[in-house]
């Protein structure tokens, strides 16, 4: 049994209340139902009567700061957790002090930082971490997808992680060799710069020269600007190269065996 506290059944009783000795304390309602219960811990459950830490809930929850009716839609289950802001306003998670990550109004969920801004002068020190907690191979950190339907993931074995684009032969159509793999990759320009924020030094591609020999591998735009008139940088997949590569290896080897037979024919070897 239990210390409770119920309300009323008829009209003009608004509270009925039962004592015990058990130290719980429950909250019911005028059908007899326990709503929220108190135990000898000070674990508050809600929806059960065996709460097992400080706040325990069984059942939807939904934490909001607006008064909004909009529909949420239906939690099938019968479990879940909705939580809202008022008037599109950010959603900020801290420890102690410090904001660590936060959903701003368009979406975007933001981890060790304060905005989208590339000046990472607005960054805190921190990262996003995933762990797998299975021990079998082809676990999934992250699913990316398009229209419903996944187009890309993150996956990991035992000691190695997998960044995968989709890439099933049912997915395509009009499938032919490439021919042109050494002609395209003898079109890229390799070049060693320097990072202008950072002054490091590295090797690599200027994405609007790539774009112009592989362009589905770059987005964005040559010298483009928002309307601040603040850059719009390109961004690169040199993994776009890859096919050329196997394809320029392939030319290669296949000029190299051919030239193989005409030197033996010229020395009479059979």
């Known amino acids: 049994m239990a210390s409770t506290i119920s309300a009323g059944t008829t009209s003009g009783t608004a509270l009925n209340m039962a004592g015990d000795t058990s130290g719980q304390l429950q909250l019911k309602t005028n059908n007899g139902t326990t709503a929220v219960t108190i135990d000898t811990s000070q674990n508050v459950g809600i929806g059960t009567t065996s709460p097992s830490s ?44 410090t904001e660590r990550m936060r959903i701003d109004s368009s979406g975007n969920v933001i981890v060790s930082g304060t905005s989208t801004s590339s000046d990472e002068a607005t960054y805190q020190s921190g990262g996003v971490f995933v762990s797998r907690r299975a021990s079998s191979a082809g676990t ?34 009009n499938a032919t060799s490439i021919t042109n793999g050494l002609q395209t990759i003898s079109a890229l320009n390799p070049v060693n710069f320097d990072w202008i924020s950072k002054n490091v030094s590295d090797t690599g591609f200027l994405a609007h020269e790539f774009q112009a ?19 719009i940088y390109q961004q690169i997949d040199r993994s776009g190269a890859i096919p050329f590569l196997v394809a320029a290896i392939k030319e290669l080897n296949a000029k190299v065996d051919a030239q193989a037979l005409e030197i033996q024919a010229l020395k009479g070897v059979a």
């Open 213 to 231: 020999v592989i362009p589905n591998s770059v987005m964005g735009t040559k010298d483009a600007i928002d309307e601040n008139g603040s850059p």
């Open 140 to 173: 999934t950190h992250a699913n990316f997808l398009n229209g419903g339907s996944v187009v890309g993931s993150i996956t990991s074995n035992t000691v190695n992680t997998f960044y995968n684009t989709t890439s099933d032969y049912r997915l395509k159509e």
């Open 54 to 97: 400080k706040l325990d809930v069984v059942g939807a929850l939904r934490l909001t700061n607006t008064s909004n009716s909009a529909n949420y839609g239906t939690l099938s289950d019968g479990g879940g957790l909705i939580v809202t802001s008022a008037n599109s306003n950010p959603m900020y998670f801290y420890t102690g002090a």
